[in-house]
């Protein structure tokens, strides 16, 4: 082989993996299923989805946890548990609204303190469906921050989607920062912070189901 066709077979191949490389980035994560194996040794997926008409950013969370969709349902809509204050990141914890399928809750968090955030969760147990809402913003330096989780039964195991649409000042930044401190590591951390929680209270919550 010529020193010319040597070069232009490197070129060649480096054009192809070039090419195929931003061919991959171009595929949407949504249109990627997660791989059951992953999610079931723990693994949470976590990426950034389209966010709303007013801009900001949004992303959407899939993991498992190793119980039934009852118990975990009962878990994840106990906003009273004292259990709540061993998650790292949240500091104090009051119900102050409490109604048939509507609570209404207050909390301070680690990463933004000295400010009080009034969550209003609306409860669809005949979907096992919940929906959130911060219904003081502007007092925690966002425009707005919504969002829903809903879960599915995988026999013995649950199945938990986390849905968010968010804007406040940084938004981007924190959505794409690699590191501690970023989305990413914030949501891996709850994702596996509920997944040991729930083992530990799993009898509890069980006995409340009737499992």
Not at 61 to 80: A, L, N, S
């Amino acid at each position: 082989m010529t020193r010319l066709n040597l070069w232009l077979l490197l070129f060649t191949s480096f054009v192809f993996f070039f090419c195929s490389g931003f061919t991959t980035l171009s595929v949407h994560p949504q249109s990627i299923e997660p791989e059951q194996e992953t999610l079931l040794r723990g693994d949470p997926f976590i990426y950034r989805i389209p966010p709303e008409a007013r801009g900001g950013e949004a992303y959407k969370m899939i993991y498992i946890v190793p119980v039934p969709i009852d118990v975990f349902w009962r878990f994840k809509t106990d906003f009273h548990g004292d259990f709540l204050e061993t998650n790292k990141y949240i500091e104090e914890q009051i119900v102050i609204q409490e109604e048939k399928n509507v609570v209404v809750i207050e909390n301070k968090l680690t990463n933004k303190p000295g400010t009080k955030f009034r969550w209003r969760n609306i409860l669809h147990p005949e979907e096992y469906r919940l929906e959130f809402i911060l219904e003081n913003p502007e007092q925690c330096g966002q425009r707005y921050h919504y969002g829903h989780f809903q879960l599915e039964s995988l026999g013995s195991y649950t199945k938990v989607t986390h849905l968010a649409y968010f804007d406040f000042f940084g938004a981007s930044f924190w959505a794409t920062f690699p590191w501690e401190g970023g989305m990413h590591a914030f949501l891996d951390y709850i994702a596996r912070w509920e997944q040991k929680t729930i083992l530990r209270l799993k009898d509890e919550y069980a006995l409340q189901t009737g499992d």
